[in-house]
Structure formats: C-alpha cells, structure tokens
C-alpha cells in the first residue's frame, strides 16, 4: 500500500476520498452512538453507554430484533431449500427455456421492493388474511432467492461436471452420488449463501415496510418508526449494533468458507 | 470366448430440435477380447467419446446394443456396470485425500471398510503415490493427479477400464512417460481396456488392436502392425500421415509415406517392379537429420501430381531433375472410387 501511494500517488488520493465518503457516514454514526449527551450532535459530547443500554430496555426494539431474527432464519433456510435444488437442476440437468428460468431467479433483484411490499400487503396479508410474520417470511425467501441460487450456482460452476459422473462410474447410486460428492462440492457456496441471504433479509427496509402487524415489526422498520417521534442517539446505538452482528456474521464467513472465493476468480 | 464388451450396431444421433438431428455414430460393431488393449482413434467430432460414453452408460444409443460380459447392458445405469473410468480432466473428488478417492468405488460397492483402505493402498501402490495418500489432490501436478485418477479406476477391478483422452492434458514429453506408465498398469493388472484418443503415436504404442472412426463409422480395425502399413482407406492413410497421393497413369489410387518415396539423381533407373517416374525438385526444407523435399512428376497436373519425400540427404535444390522412385513393397493400393 505505502508503494502503491509512492507510485500512483492522485489514484491513492482518490481511493481515500472514496472510503471517506463511504465510511464516514457510518463513523460518525459510531462516534455518536457512544454520546454522553441527549442528541445525535456530532462530535459528540462525552463518552457514554448509556444509549446501548436505553436500546436494550427499550421493549419494541427488542421485540423487532426477535422478529427480525426469525425473519431471517426462517427465510433463509427456505431460500436455500428452494434455491439449491433450482441450481443444481439448472446447471446440471437440460432445463428447457434455462435462461428465462434464470432470469425469474434474479427478478427479485429488479422489482421494486416496495412495490413486493405493497402486493403482499393487499393480496397474501389482506386477501388471504395471512398473519405479517407470514407475509414477512414469504416476502423475504423471495427476495433472497437470487442470492441463493446464483452463489451457490457460481460454486457448482466452479467444480468439475465429471465429478458426478466419476462417482456413478465407481458404482455410485445418484443419492450417494449427491451425499458424497456434489453437496461437499457445494458447502462452500452453501455456507456464503447462507450467511449472505441472512444478513441481508437483517438489514431489509423497503420490503418489510408495510408488512407489520401488532408486534410485529422488522428492526430496521421499527427503528424508522422511532426515528418518527423521537430524535435521540438510541437509534444510533441500535444502528452500531446491528452493524456489529452483519460485521462478525461477514467475518466467520471469510473464515469459514473463503467468502471471496466464492465471488472472486 | 465371450468378448468383455461388445457393440452391436450400435448408433447415437443427437435429436435437435426441428432437424433430422446429428448422428455421432451409426451402426458400430465392435467386440472387445479380455486383457486387450483398444484404442478407439480419429479426429474431432469422429464419434469416439460418444462410443466410450455410451460403453460406460452415460449416454444411451439410440439404436443396437450394449453386451457387458455377455449381458446386455444398453439400459442398465453406469453404477451397475462394473466399469472403471478415466477423465480427461482426471475428475478427483477434491474434498477428500488420495486414499479416500481411490477407495471411493470400493466403499460404494460395500467393501468392509478395512479391506477397503487396504486394497486402495495396494492401488496407489501400484502408481507409485502411497506417499501421498493422505493429501489432497489440489497439492498433486498433472501427472501424479492423472496416476490417482488410473488408481481409483483399477481399485475395483473393473471389467473394463475405459479412458477418455487421459493423457491430452499433460505436456508431450510427460505424456510418453505416462504411456508407458499406463501400458505397464494395464499388463500388471490384466485388465482389459478401451482408450480413446487422437493421438496415432499413442495408439500405436499402447494398442492391441487400434480401432479408426470417421464420422461414427469404423473405417479399419487391426493390430497396429496390419493397420499401419495398409490402410484401407484415404481417410485412414491421411490420418496415418501418408502424405502422398500420386496419381499414376495406368493405375487406380495409391499412397505411399513420405520416408518411403526415393529420390534418384536423374538418368538413373530404380530396380525392377519399383514404380519410377521423372520429376523435378519444386521444394526443399531442411530438417537436420535430412530434408522434406517436394517434387513435381512430369506431365501430371492437379493435387496427385507432386510426392512428398523425406530424403536423407541435403544434396537437392529447387529445380533439381530426380527419378522418384516408389518401392513397390511400401505402395499401397487404396479402394477405387472413393470420396474424401
């Protein structure tokens, strides 16, 4: 890095003005979570937790991060439910139409997502008199679905087709087959699929907008709701530790399973 | 004695929508003897990986039949074949270390586990990789990953081993000392096999018999020692690298190789029954250990009117007038008529 600045020195400079202009935001949210004072002046006035600890006693946060966990949980683990079979028969078997197949996979990505909210609002919670942890679920396995099918697609394309076949020519059933040799061959993508769809159905706004009901609130939409009313650093606390858990939860993934690997080559 | 695989007219063709479809090999017949070694040779596209596919269970023919130890086969699934195979792109399963991958078709056909991690040792053994048994196959080069690939296959003592190209991904001087690796395996193991390549040098060092397609047909089938010096075919003799098709008065087609044809000073005469005719040298390229020389025959016109010699010398020039000589013992006659 010292070279690059020696070498290069106006793309150093522009390098750091854009880290600036994307971290900075997020460091004086920081700075002012961790405030002694009453309001989210920056810099702040003294160093305090007691902003963390006004958020952990504030019952409806607590209440949103339980929905928002098992929003997420629950989402995810359907995404990949749907979106590892998809993958697998869409890279390896003869899907007929496979790129119109392939674009519905990525759709969510494209519509609106408050748009999605406003369709499941009117047709799945008022229509169907479905419950808003239902609509929740239903409307996040949807939106994380392109994250399921292409990064688990990408680690499948990765790995060689003969794989399979080198088992079933040893004597391989197709289940063993998928037991022994594809699934171990897909865990790496399994694994930052997991971890990506779950953060991102934790951060979601626009789609978990509409989709609330008594005492059911997504946490990032019940910190907006606060927001509404009262204007104090117990938002920011929130905030910082909702980055804290996406940041350790980014983290154990480059441990675990070479998150990189998965996006880079 | 039942041959080890048989084909009996056995065709693919690939349906495309809305065509008549490709047809990748039309009505093949071949039969397999126990502890041969077959060579399925021919360019690109001649249908040679779709026989091996096809004799593994990965693809099914759209006609005839597959007999595996005298049972038909063609619809049984590639895991009930007892076959054991080798990729081009050796196909290790990445996850797991080189004794799991060798051992991995004895633990599918329920090998007691301890028989199981014996025998795969006996494997690697037998390619000279025990060492390595417990890393994994990322660590290994080309050829070491190629020598784990032919371990894993002869593990469960297969009926037939079959090869797909095993030897193209590795450099040229790597590939004849896996050749020979390959050819000691087999005759240590007595396991009949069917190998499929492009390569004629490898066909001809490795076969007990070679067996030559063009456009999903068989063109010829021998032993390298009969097919070599009489191809049947022009398409045969032009994969084989005979260069020379001269077309002589008075006679239908021939062929003869270029190491074969002699260049006389001319006003000298070849001895008798030899074909001799008068020409001139129209180009010479210098190759060491002699020269690639070009020479028109007189008063012939068109593509059968020059002969490609290799000549031992470096005495000729363009223009030179020489009596080219074509032994009679080395010119073979090719069927009349024929297309390209």
């Known amino acids: ?265 | 004695m039942t041959p080890v695989v048989e084909l009996d007219r056995v065709g693919h063709r690939f349906a495309a929508k809305g065509t008549a479809g490709t047809t990748a090999v039309a009505d093949l017949d071949l039969a397999v003897r126990r502890g041969e070694f077959t060579t399925l040779l021919g360019p690109s596209g001649c249908g040679k990986t779709t026989t091996l596919r096809m004799i593994a269970g990965f693809l099914r023919p759209t006609s005839g039949r597959i007999l595996l130890e005298g049972a038909d086969a063609t619809r049984t699934p590639p895991e009930k074949r007892n076959i054991g195979m080798v990729f081009q792109s050796y196909a290790l399963f990445p996850h797991m270390t080189l004794l799991d991958n060798v051992g991995y078709g004895l633990r599918a056909r329920k090998v007691p586990a301890a028989e199981a991690r014996e025998r795969a040792g006996r494997a690697l053994e037998l390619v000279g990789l025990s060492h390595a048994a417990d890393r994994k196959p990322a660590a290994l080069s080309g050829g070491q990953q190629q020598r784990v690939a032919l371990a894993r296959a002869v593990a469960i003592r297969p009926s037939v081993l079959l090869l797909d190209e095993p030897l193209s991904n590795l450099d040229a001087r790597l590939r004849v000392q896996m050749r020979r690796e390959l050819l000691q395996v087999q005759r240590e193991t007595g396991l009949t096999a069917i190998l499929v390549t492009h390569d004629q040098d490898e066909a001809l060092e490795l076969s007990d018999t070679m067996v030559i397609l063009n456009g999903g047909r068989l063109e010829q089938q021998g032993a390298p020692r009969d097919v070599f010096p009489r191809p049947a075919s022009r398409f045969v003799a032009e994969f084989l690298g005979y260069d020379n098709f001269p077309e002589l008065p008075g006679r239908g087609p021939v062929t003869i190789r270029p190491e074969h044809v002699r260049l006389l000073p001319a006003g000298e005469r070849e001895a008798d029954g030899d074909t001799g005719l008068d020409g001139t040298v129209s180009a010479v390229t210098y190759q060491g250990a002699g020269c690639l020389v070009e020479a028109g025959i007189d008063g012939a016109g068109g593509p059968g009117a020059a002969v490609r010699c290799l000549h031992p010398a470096d005495d000729l020039r363009p223009g030179d007038r020489v009596r080219i000589v074509l032994p009679r013992r080395h010119l073979v006659e090719l069927p009349a008529g024929e297309q390209r």
């Open chain 1, 1 to 265: 890095m010292i070279a690059m600045i020696r070498t290069r020195p106006l793309l150093s400079l522009l390098a750091a003005a854009a880290f600036t202009l994307m971290l900075g935001p997020v460091a004086i949210l920081i700075g002012v979570a961790f405030t002694a004072g009453d309001t989210l002046a920056f810099p702040p006035e003294g160093f305090s937790l007691r902003w963390f600890s006004a958020a952990l006693d504030y019952p409806p946060f607590i209440d949103a991060f339980g929905t928002s966990l098992v929003v997420a949980a629950v989402s995810t683990v359907l995404a990949l439910a749907l979106g590892v079979p998809a993958t697998l028969a869409l890279n390896r078997g003869r899907v007929p139409g496979r790129r119109v197949v392939e674009g519905l996979f990525f759709a969510p990505i494209v519509v609106p997502e408050l748009v999605l909210s406003l369709a499941l609002f009117q047709q799945v919670m008022v229509g169907m008199r479905v419950t808003a942890l239902g609509a929740l679920v239903v409307g996040h396995t949807v939106l994380l679905l392109p994250y399921t099918v292409r990064v688990v697609g990408a680690s499948l394309a990765l790995a060689d087709p003969r794989l399979e076949e080198a088992a079933r020519g040893l004597g391989a059933g197709p289940v063993r087959t998928f037991f022994t040799v594809t699934l171990p061959v897909m865990a790496p993508g399994i694994v930052s699929a997991t971890i990506l769809a779950f953060i991102t159905s934790l951060n979601n706004v626009p789609l978990s907008l509409l989709l609330t009901g008594p005492g059911v609130a997504t946490l990032p939409v019940e910190m907006l709701n606060y927001v509404q009313s009262s204007f104090d650093p117990v938002v920011a606390a929130v905030s910082v530790l909702l980055l804290a858990l996406s940041v350790a939860v980014a983290f154990t993934t480059e441990r675990v399973a070479g998150f990189t690997k998965v996006f880079g080559r």
